[in-house]
């Protein structure tokens, strides 16, 4: 799944207080996401009840609830419960549903929109 940019609606949606905004602090998620991107969250209950494969949600940490991570979702399962995956998976700091197995329903945040802004990060090789 792409994100797209956001659009004069999702701007609409966070002013309203419908949407979310949240800044991308590791490497996890590349080449999705660096660190620098801001990204735009719908937190709404259809939004976490319709997360499907493919899609990047934003979750509190099982064993850390004041960790929050953006993940993408690998699998649903029966139960409600969520498989997260990183992107990056080579990255030595990812945490996701390899380590601490799926995650809750009730610890979703909610389901990434668009970008509000794309960090232009660039390795500096002298």
Do not use: C
Request: no cysteine.
């Amino acid at each position: 799944m792409s994100i797209p940019p956001a659009s004069f609606t999702e701007y609409a949606l966070w002013l309203l207080g419908r949407r979310r905004l949240f800044t991308i602090f590791n490497e996890s998620m590349q080449p999705t996401l660096k660190p620098g991107d801001k990204v735009f969250v719908d937190p709404s209950w259809q939004a976490r009840q319709s997360l499907k494969p493919g899609d990047i949600a934003i979750a509190h940490h099982p064993f850390q609830p004041n960790l929050k991570l953006i993940k993408r979702v690998q699998d649903v399962f029966y139960d409600g419960s969520y498989y997260l995956v990183s992107d990056n998976a080579s990255e030595l700091t990812a945490q996701d549903s390899r380590k601490f197995g799926p995650v809750a329903p009730n610890l979703i945040i909610g389901r990434v929109t668009s970008f509000f802004y794309r960090s232009e990060n660039k390795l500096n090789l002298s």
